[in-house]
């Protein structure tokens, strides 16, 4: 995919993770893959990972997409997340960990205590030659009414294993009586590489929280004056 890292047939090293919601972890020896998609109407493949010979990189996770036009029950797991990258050769190299995919959910009611997960993979990891988390992927969810009370999340692959964990994807909820909608950025508390805004858009709020380290090189516009920024850099 775009967001694919770099591999490498050297001994004794670390490949980066996968790009796509955020940027891919940096591995000991090659750096982790771009951002790209849509905030909005997430429909792209999550990335695979470089190798770092025998050590592979994770695949990319899935794309789903579901227009429920009455009642849609999230009991169980929806789950786009990357693969781990692994560790062979005597430990000494380790492939990228691959990013989360993207979830577009709409529905006239969003209900369920289950999870959404489009999170990245773990890089391989030993103590001196590990490859890079793979980033959390794409979310989005529309509804007329909400009862959901699950988990939603789409962070990248963490550390301590990995050499640097990926960067936070985004999860962006829109009911139908707002303008805009909102945008959560978060991490699961995994400092680790960037999620960069590249879009030209406008939300009702904007979240970020643990862990997450946001860039924004495009316009974008904070509608009210939610923005709620903890336990991120």
Do not use: M
């Not at 919601?21 to 470089?50: E, H, K, N, Q």
């Not at 303008?179 to 709020?205: C, K, M, Q, R, V």
Request: hydrophobic letters at 30%.
């Amino acid at each position: 995919g775009p967001g694919g890292s770099t591999g490498s047939s050297l001994d004794n090293s670390g490949c980066g993770g996968a790009g796509y919601g955020g940027r891919g972890g940096d591995g000991t020896t090659t750096s982790g893959g771009i951002a790209y998609g849509s905030i909005t109407a997430p429909v792209d493949l999550g990335s695979g990972a470089g190798s770092c010979a025998d050590g592979l990189g994770g695949s990319g996770g899935g794309s789903l997409f579901i227009n429920a036009s009455d009642t849609l029950i999230v009991n169980g797991s929806i789950v786009a997340n990357g693969i781990n990258g692994t560790t062979t050769q005597g430990n000494s190299v380790s492939g990228g960990g691959g990013s989360g995919g993207s979830i577009w959910l709409i529905a006239s009611t969003f209900a369920g205590n289950g999870s959404i997960n489009a999170s990245g993979g773990n890089g391989g990891g030993r103590v001196s030659d590990r490859g890079g988390g793979g980033a959390g992927g794409r979310i989005a969810v529309y509804y007329t009414t909400r009862t959901f009370n699950g988990i939603i999340s789409a962070a990248g692959g963490p550390r301590p294993i990995t050499n640097q964990a990926g960067g936070a994807g985004t999860i962006f909820t829109k009911q139908d009586s707002q303008a805009y909608g909102d945008l959560f950025i978060g991490n699961d508390g995994n400092f680790g590489a960037n999620t960069t805004i590249h879009e030209n858009t406008t939300f009702d709020s904007l979240n970020i929280s643990r862990g997450a380290s946001v860039i924004v090189n495009k316009s974008f516009t904070v509608t009210t004056s939610i923005i709620n920024i903890s336990d991120a850099w």
